[in-house]
C-alpha cells in the first residue's frame, strides 16, 4: 500500500483479556517502529525491528507485552493480561534507511481501550 | 541518553499571525531533528527533518525550522497562520548511537488559529 495500515483501528477489550494489534509497513521498509501515545506518558517507543529481528525491547512496559514481525513486513503487539493502564493508542512506524533520511512514517494508530 | 523540551503545551495565534513553537534537544551526540503534526484522530504527520547540511529547513505548509546546535534549539515557525494550522504539534530527536534510532518525541504543542 501506499502508506503505513494498522487493523483495528479501534478495540475495545475487557480487562484481562488478550489483544493483538497488526501494523502493515511500507512495502521495502527495513525497519519498523511501535510506539505507545496515552494521556499520561505522551509519545513513548516500546520495540524496533530490523528486518525480523528485534535489536532493542527496551521500551516494552512489562512482560505481558510482546511483538513479533514475519517476512521483513507485517508485525503484530501483542498484550497479554490486558490491563486499565494499557489503554492507550499505539502507533506503528517504518523507516527505510538510506543515506541521510531517517524519517519514519506513521500509520493511523490502534485505539486501545480497556474497560 | 538523548530528551527533548517542548516549551508551552498550548499556544493561541490569531490567523495571520507568525506561529512559533519551540523545541529544545539535549543530546550527546549529534542529532537528528523532526518536527511532526497530528490532527485529530490520526497518525503522525512529518512536517520537516534536520540530518546534516544547510540548518534553516523547509517543509510541508509553510513550515520551517532552524537547527541551532549553540542553543540546542529547533524551534518550527510559519510566518501566517492559516485555520487550517490547528493540531498538534510534537518534537522529536532521533540519534544514531545506539543503531536504533528510534525517536523520542516531546510532549508536543497544542495549536489553536483564532479567526
Known amino acids: 500500500g501506499a502508506g503505513v495500515s494498522q487493523s483495528p483501528s479501534n478495540k475495545v477489550t475487557e480487562k484481562g483479556k488478550d489483544v493483538e494489534l497488526r501494523c502493515d509497513p511500507i512495502s521495502g521498509h527495513t525497519a519498523l517502529y511501535w510506539y505507545r501515545q496515552s494521556l499520561g506518558q505522551g509519545l513513548e517507543f516500546l520495540i524496533y525491528?530490523?528486518?525480523?529481528?528485534?535489536?532493542?525491547k527496551s521500551g516494552l512496559p512489562s512482560d505481558r507485552f510482546s511483538a513479533e514481525r514475519t517476512g521483513g513486513s507485517v508485525s503484530t503487539l501483542t498484550i497479554q493480561r490486558t490491563q486499565q493502564e494499557d489503554s492507550a493508542v499505539y502507533l506503528c512506524?517504518?523507516?527505510?534507511?538510506?543515506?541521510?533520511?531517517?524519517?519514519?512514517?506513521f500509520g493511523p494508530g490502534t485505539r486501545l481501550t480497556v474497560t | 541518553a538523548q530528551s527533548v523540551t517542548q516549551l508551552g503545551s498550548h499556544v493561541s495565534v490569531s490567523e495571520g499571525a507568525l506561529v512559533l513553537l519551540r523545541c529544545n534537544y539535549s543530546s550527546s551526540v549529534p542529532p537528528y531533528l523532526f518536527w511532526y503534526v497530528q490532527y485529530p484522530n490520526q497518525g503522525l504527520q512529518l512536517l520537516l527533518k534536520?540530518?546534516?547540511?544547510?540548518?534553516l529547513v523547509k517543509g510541508i505548509n509553510g513550515f520551517e525550522a532552524e537547527f541551532k546546535k549553540s542553543e540546542t534549539s529547533f524551534h518550527l515557525t510559519k510566518p501566517s497562520a492559516h485555520m487550517s494550522d490547528a493540531a498538534e504539534y510534537f518534537c522529536a530527536v532521533s540519534v544514531s548511537d545506539t543503531g536504533r534510532r528510534a525517536l523520542t518525541f516531546g510532549s508536543g504543542t497544542r495549536l489553536q488559529v483564532q479567526p
Open positions: 512506524a517504518s523507516t527505510l534507511w538510506t543515506s541521510g533520511s531517517y524519517e519514519q512514517y
Open positions: 525491528f530490523q528486518g525480523n529481528s528485534a535489536p532493542d
Open positions: 534536520y540530518t546534516t547540511g544547510a540548518t
